[in-house]
Each structure stands twice: as C-alpha cells, then as structure tokens.
C-alpha cells in the first residue's frame, strides 16, 4: 500500500510538472497581454481536479466536466505552444499583432475543443488486390478497433459508434482488438454493443493487449454469444456467389499468443485473404505469407501527434506503422486510429475514426 502511495505520488508529481511546462508560455503571454495574474490563477483552478484524481497512466475514472476542461485546456495550451514562433514571425512581418496572436488563439481553441468532444471519423479507402474476382470488386469492409470500454467510453458511446457502421451497409465488418481497457466490469457492456453489429457477411473480431488485462476467455465467450465470430490463430473461408475470401485473424502479440502460421492454415489457394492482427508489427509476416489485405489498430496513432506527418506521434514508440494505410508489394496494412483512449480521454492530431476499405480489382 505505501509502496503504491509513492508510486502514486510521484505519477502526479510527473503529471504536474508536464502540465505546468505546456501551460507556461501561454499564461506568461496572457498575464502580459492582461496585466493581471488572472490567467495563472485559472489555469491552476482548471488542472488542479484532474491532476489530484490521477493515479497511474493507465488508470482513469469516470470523466467529469474538470476532466474534459483540463484535458482541453492542455491540448489548446500545447497547440498554442507550437503556433507561437510562426505568429511571432508573422507580426515581425507586418501582420498586425492582433489578428495574428487572436488566429492563433481561435485555433488553440478549436483544437482543444475536438481534443475532447470529437467523435470517431469515417475513414475511407480503396485497396486494390489483383485477380480480384468481380463478385468481389466493390466489397466493403467496416473495421472499429481499439474501443477501450471502460470508464472513458461507456456502453451508450460504443453502441452509437456500431449504429453509423450499421447505417453504411457493410458487406463485412470487423473489430480489431482492444475492446475493454482493463478488468471484468465492462466486458458484458462492450459484447451488448458489438454484438449489434451487422454486415452481409457478419462480424469478425481478434484479440488485442488490453483483453487480456482480464479473463480473456470470458470476453470471447461473451463476445461469441452476442454473435461475434472471435479469431484467435485461425480463419473462416466466405462465399459470394462464385467467389470466395479468406477472413482470418491472429491472437495477441504481447501475451505471445499469436501463430500467423496456424492462423493461414486453411487458406484456400489463390483466395484473397484480409488478416486481423491488432498488433501492425505482424505486417512483415503476413507479406511474407502474400496476405492481401492486414487489418491493425493499437496504435491509436498516437493520441497526440502532429496532424498530417504520420511519423511524428507517440505511436513511433510502438510501431513503424503509426497510421492509415501502408503497402509493400501486393501486401496492404490499414492501422486504424482506434475509435476510444486509452489514459487521459483526449486526442491531439490523431482523431479517433471508424474506418471502410473498398476492395477493388488491380
């Protein structure tokens, strides 16, 4: 118990001085710009509720409104951070100082606001897999991965995210791992919301890191009784008319209970195979083994990176496959940004998403 006190302790201290160093620059210019201490004041009012609830990265409650006020608060102040060079340079060149540092401002805000609130993206893609047969040009696949039910996304959240891939009318849908955050409190939540998921084809899931922060059997059985067909090192072979695709999916890497090998067994020959594998690191194998298309998430792209340059977000820690889609010979990689969080429940430059991939004849 002592021992977790410390630990604690110096988490929050961490956490402190993080936050004060992204808060600096912004209440030392909005001091200046007012003349008063207020702005200091404010931020201290703002991060201090969340900062003392905190315990470790991974753990979390219940989100409250300081949570997402302090969550935004940071994400605009560190937005702000990066735009004060360029708005500097701007007044310099004769930009007036108002309209310069007032864009700034506006954009910070912008962004600290969809850190928090923004809701998942509809991603779209085409992957184009030669000898297609034409029963299959045009099929469409829907994939939400690493949901992360758990205190920061409550069953309601998860069903709406299901109810906009329902609404596209999906000849596939598949669920790439990650589905609770940790422990047994929410795995009957998150089963009740996937399972309402529907597709021409049905729903695929594999298993990712977190679902083994408990009883993974009792997920998958969970998971398979809402109407979920898990896919733990093997595949299912489905038929469109004339033509066939092999749906295959892989278990958890960190737990070492992946066998890409086993997995690809009963590939037909010749049959175009899409593979879930949560973790994007198995990529090399599944090229080497001429998987068409590999379906990955557990990146969540970073959660904070610098929007539009893939290469630069805390998902480089992870993976050389941070985000979107990647392709190496005939092989295609999509690794999803994940529609939930894990830790703080916000998101800078790596919008969650919810994602549709075309197949399409080469």
């Given amino acids: 118990m002592a021992r977790r006190t410390r630990l604690r302790g110096r988490f929050q201290l961490l ?10 620059p912004v209440v030392l210019w909005l001091c ?75 954009i910070s805000v912008a962004l600290g606001v969809d850190a928090v609130l923004g ?38 959240r998860v069903a709406a995210w299901v109810k906009r891939l329902n609404a596209l009318d999906l000849d596939l849908v598949t669920v790439t791992g990650d589905l609770i955050t940790h422990g047994s409190s929410h795995v009957e939540a998150v089963a009740r919301a996937l399972g309402e998921l529907r597709a021409k084809d049905g729903a695929f899931a594999c298993m990712g890191n977190h679902d083994y922060f408990t009883d993974g059997e009792h997920l998958v059985q969970a998971l398979e009784r809402r109407g979920l067909t898990v896919l733990r090192n093997r595949g299912v072979v489905l038929q469109r008319e004339s033509a066939r695709l092999y749906v295959a999916g892989v278990d958890d890497t ?30 090399p194998e599944a090229q080497a083994r001429d998987v068409e298309l590999t379906l990955s998430g ?44 894990t830790g703080p429940p916000a998101r800078l430059g790596a919008p969650a998403e919810l994602a549709v991939i075309t197949l399409r004849s080469a």
């Fill in 32 to 106: 200046w710009f007012t003349r008063t201490p207020v702005p200091a004041l404010g931020a201290v009012l703002v991060s201090s509720p969340y900062l003392r609830q905190l315990q470790s990265p991974w753990h979390s409650t219940s989100p409250s409104l300081s949570t997402y006020l302090a969550l935004g608060w940071w994400a605009a102040c560190l937005v702000f951070d990066l735009l004060m060079i360029p708005s500097a340079l701007a007044v310099r060149a004769g930009v007036p100082m108002g309209v310069a540092w007032g864009l700034a401002g506006a």
């Fill in 119 to 156: 809701r998942p993206r509809i991603r779209k893609r085409v992957v184009r897999v030669p000898g297609l047969a034409p029963e299959l040009d045009g099929y469409r696949i829907g994939q939400i991965s690493d949901v992360h039910c758990g205190p920061n996304t409550p069953e309601d």
């Fill in 15 to 24: 956490a402190t001085l993080l936050t004060a160093i992204v808060q600096l």
């Fill in 254 to 283: 960190w737990t070492s209970r992946h066998d890409v090998g086993r997995a690809l067994a009963n590939r037909p020959e010749g049959v175009p195979t899409v593979l879930l594998a949560h973790d994007p690191n198995l990529f």
């Fill in 298 to 341: 557990h990146t969540h792209g970073g959660q904070l990176a610098v929007p539009g340059v893939r290469r630069l977000s805390l998902a480089r820690f992870v993976s050389r496959w941070t985000a979107g889609l990647y392709r190496q010979g005939r092989s295609w990689l999509y690794v999803n940004r994940g529609a939930g969080t």
